[in-house]
C-alpha cells in the first residue's frame, strides 16, 4: 500500500476525530438548554394559573363577605369593609357596589344621572 492512501485515511480520522467532540457537543449544548427554556416556560405557565387561582379565591372571599354583610349599600361600614378586602388582599386592586353604573361607592360616582356620561377626572 503506498503512503498516499494511509496518509488520506490519518487525515479523515484525525479530522473526525477533532470535529465529532465539536458537533456532539454543540447537539448536547441545544437538547439542554431546550430541555431548560421548556422547564423555565412551564414554570411560568404553572405561576400564572396558581395566581389566576389566588386571584379568583380573594375576589370569590371579597363577594361573598360583601354579599354577607347587613351593612346598608355604600354605608360606612360598607365601605369600610371594602377598604379593608382591598387592603387585605395581594390581588384585588378596588372593591366597589355596582348597582346602576359602575362603582356606585366611589363618592365621585354617587351624581346625578344627568352627570353619568361626563367623566369625573
Known amino acids: 500500500m503506498s503512503s498516499r ?26 437538547n439542554q438548554s431546550v430541555t431548560d427554556e421548556e422547564a423555565v ?21 371579597a363577594i ?11 354605608s360606612p361600614e360598607e365601605l369600610e369593609l371594602m377598604r379593608d378586602l382591598d387592603v387585605g388582599s395581594s390581588y384585588i386592586q378596588m372593591v366597589g357596589r ?3 353604573r359602575p362603582w ?7 351624581q346625578t344621572p344627568s ?3 361626563r367623566q369625573p377626572w
Open 5 to 30: 492512501p494511509r496518509i488520506l485515511a490519518a487525515t479523515i480520522i484525525g479530522l473526525l476525530g477533532f470535529v465529532a467532540p465539536i458537533v456532539i457537543s454543540l447537539q448536547l449544548a441545544w
Open 104 to 110: 356606585s361607592a366611589l363618592p365621585w360616582a354617587r
Open 98 to 100: 355596582g348597582l346602576e
Open 41 to 61: 416556560g412551564s414554570h411560568y405557565a404553572a405561576e400564572v394559573v396558581r395566581r389566576g387561582e389566588e386571584a379568583g379565591r380573594q375576589f370569590g372571599r
Open 115 to 117: 352627570s353619568w356620561d
Open 64 to 74: 361573598t363577605l360583601l354579599n354577607s354583610d347587613h351593612a346598608v349599600r355604600c
